[in-house]
């Protein structure tokens, strides 16, 4: 079964870095566009970041030039680098396949940011 598992959240104030790590099981972080997601209360999942096959990055309007995403293949990790955070950065974020396959949601990793 291919899980994904998120880490490397928490509780930063603004201005402040997190860099988020995403570790898959099979290959599936080597092969597919993979992408990070958020969520925050009350508002639908949104598309953050992602990376193609052969590395072509997007990025939603509201991070651009202060997140990126990587990939190491040879660790089946898909990161996401997340400088100079505001408030409204404030979500779960999860890691999937681009587009998002529904069977492959984890749990996330909860990211804060408050004074």
Known sequence: QV???ESGGGLVQPGGSLRLSCV???NIVRIYAMGWYRQAPGKQRELVAGITSIGRTK???SVKGRFTIS???AKNTVYL??????PEDT?????NTD???P???GQGTQVTVSS
């Open 3 to 5: 899980q994904l598992v």
């Open 24 to 26: 898959g099981s099979g």
């Open 59 to 61: 990025y939603l309007d």
């Open 71 to 73: 990939r190491d293949r």
């Open 81 to 86: 680098q997340m400088n100079s955070l505001k």
């Open 91 to 95: 979500a779960v974020y999860y890691c």
């Open 99 to 101: 587009p998002a396959d």
């Open 103 to 105: 069977r492959y949601w």
